[in-house]
């Protein structure tokens, strides 16, 4: 049996976007519910805290802190068109940044062997310099940030499964080639980025992995993708510390998006994740939550997420063939990688 340790706080339910908003407070309550049966109970939990000004300034700029720090205590602030704050959502945003970077160092210290941490608001849309698609700080950007310039990390690898490309996780690294960013997800479709051509800048070309999804792809499609793109290209890149974007808005009930995994794909990429970090990364692997809007849904997926962390079991990649979209990107990246 493998351990895993958990990130949830109650306050993270004072982020309310609004009545009829996606990103509700109830996607929290139902993983609330969630851990508090067996054999979710009895995982271990570390505390969520606010982030600092330094904590944040990994990612983003003194402006955009800013903007975020007005909203503290105003019913209502609007950063964009779907994104937006309530009275508490500074200080949720804060605790799930810090949150997120205590159950880092609780994975690399080995005071556990995973991480999942059940984060609102989620964060791969937000930019360096502003809050963007229900996210107002980029928690995993800021945790790799954190693994390589406190913990001394030369190569971190984020895996976003998330139906939408995170925008602003990929800006965050596209010319930095300590971190391998690598997306799978609906294309196109919200925000408009995550081509397959988009491979890395400089020096870092090749660290971006974008496997756009055609809508309709389903479990078959996922599990070629990670068989004959993912895993081959992240073993070459080979990461000390496997961060993994979970969103779970790629599910066949979800609303937001037009995708058909099963709830058991989770725990197939979950196996696949494992696989990668126990080859690469000494085992460590953490997971934080990004999208997932069906409640019945992301409770049953996260569960399978759970399950498959607790008693890992090999990857099966036996069907399936890559997509049009996906032979595009094995393409873009063959010149950087040995597939």
């Known amino acids: 049996m493998r351990t895993t340790a958990l990130v949830t706080d109650a306050r993270f339910r004072n982020h309310d976007p609004g009545e009829g908003h996606p990103e509700s407070p109830q996607r929290l309550e139902v993983?609330?519910?969630l851990f508090e049966t067996a054999p979710y109970r009895d995982l271990m939990r570390v505390a969520a805290r606010e982030a600092d000004e330094a904590e944040v300034g990994l990612v983003h700029t003194a402006e955009h802190l800013a903007n975020?720090?007005?909203?503290?205590?105003?019913?209502?602030?609007?950063?964009?068109?779907?994104?937006?704050?309530?009275?508490?959502?500074?200080?949720?945003?804060?605790?799930?940044?810090?949150?997120?970077?205590?159950?880092?160092?609780?994975?690399?210290?080995?005071?556990?062997?995973?991480?999942?941490?059940?984060?609102?608001?989620?964060?791969?849309?937000?930019?360096?310099d502003r809050a963007m698609g229900f996210c107002?700080?980029?928690?995993?950007?800021?945790?790799?940030?954190?693994?390589k310039e406190t913990r001394g990390l030369d190569r971190v690898l984020i895996l976003d499964w998330d139906v939408h490309h995170g925008n602003g996780t990929q800006h965050s690294f596209y010319?930095?080639?300590?971190?391998?960013?690598?997306s799978l997800h609906q294309y196109p479709f919200y925000p408009g980025t995550g081509a397959a051509e988009e491979?890395?800048?400089?020096?870092?070309?090749?660290?971006?992995?974008?496997v756009p999804m055609p809508a309709g792809a389903g479990d078959a499609e996922y599990v070629a993708a990670y068989r004959d793109l993912i895993l081959p290209v992240a073993r070459c890149f080979d990461p000390q510390?496997?961060?993994?974007?979970?969103?779970?808005?790629?599910?066949?009930?979800?609303?937001?998006?037009?995708?058909?995994?099963?709830?058991?794909?989770?725990?197939?990429?979950?196996?696949?994740?494992?696989d990668l970090a126990d080859e690469c990364a000494d085992g460590r692997l953490m997971m934080l939550l990004e999208g997932g809007y069906n409640l019945d849904a992301l409770a049953d997926s996260v569960g399978n997420v759970l399950d498959a962390l607790g008693a890992p079991q090999p990857f099966r990649a036996?069907?399936?063939?890559?997509?049009?979209?996906g032979e595009r990107a094995a393409s873009a990246l063959s010149s950087y990688w040995k597939m």
Do not use: K
């Open 175 to 182: 010319g930095d080639a300590s971190v391998m960013y690598a």
């Open 136 to 147: 107002l700080f980029n928690n995993v950007a800021i945790v790799a940030r954190h693994l």
């Open 31 to 33: 993983l609330e519910a």
């Open 241 to 274: 510390f496997v961060l993994v974007s979970a969103g779970f808005d790629a599910h066949v009930a979800d609303p937001l998006a037009s995708m058909r995994l099963s709830s058991e794909a989770y725990t197939r990429m979950t196996h696949a994740m494992v």
């Open 68 to 128: 975020v720090a007005a909203s503290d205590g105003r019913p209502f602030t609007q950063f964009d068109g779907d994104t937006t704050a309530s009275a508490g959502s500074f200080e949720a945003a804060r605790l799930a940044a810090g949150g997120a970077v205590d159950l880092a160092d609780a994975v690399c210290d080995r005071d556990v062997d995973f991480g999942f941490a059940a984060l609102r608001p989620p964060g791969h849309h937000a930019e360096f």
């Open 318 to 325: 036996e069907e399936g063939e890559l997509t049009a979209w």
């Open 199 to 210: 491979v890395g800048s400089g020096d870092a070309a090749g660290t971006t992995v974008n």
